[in-house]
C-alpha cells in the first residue's frame, strides 16, 4: 500500500502495522469496513477473535 494515499476510517483503529491495509504512522486501517470471525468453536476470550480482513503486507 502507498502510505501517502492511505485514507485511515478513525472508525477503525489498528496497531496491526503487518497489514497491508494499516495506514503506516496513523494507528488506523484504512478499509471501509472489515470482517470479524474467529478460529476456535466456542471463543471466550479476545485471543479467539480475528480480523478476517487481515492482508500480510
Same mark, same amino acid.
Given at each position: 500500500?502507498?502510505?501517502?494515499? #492511505?485514507?485511515?476510517?478513525?472508525?477503525?483503529?489498528? @496497531?496491526?502495522? !503487518?497489514?497491508?491495509?494499516? &495506514?503506516?504512522?496513523?494507528?488506523? #486501517?484504512?478499509?471501509?469496513?472489515?470482517?470479524?470471525? @474467529?478460529?476456535? !468453536?466456542?471463543?471466550?476470550? &479476545?485471543?479467539?477473535?480475528?480480523?478476517?480482513?487481515?492482508?500480510?503486507?
Amino acid at each position: 500500500m502507498d502510505f501517502t494515499n #492511505c485514507k485511515a476510517n478513525k472508525s477503525i483503529e489498528c @496497531t496491526v502495522t !503487518s497489514c497491508d491495509h494499516h &495506514c503506516g504512522t496513523e494507528n488506523y #486501517c484504512s478499509l471501509d469496513a472489515v470482517s470479524i470471525g @474467529t478460529h476456535e !468453536s466456542d471463543p471466550k476470550v &479476545c485471543q479467539c477473535v480475528d480480523c478476517m480482513s487481515f492482508v500480510k503486507k
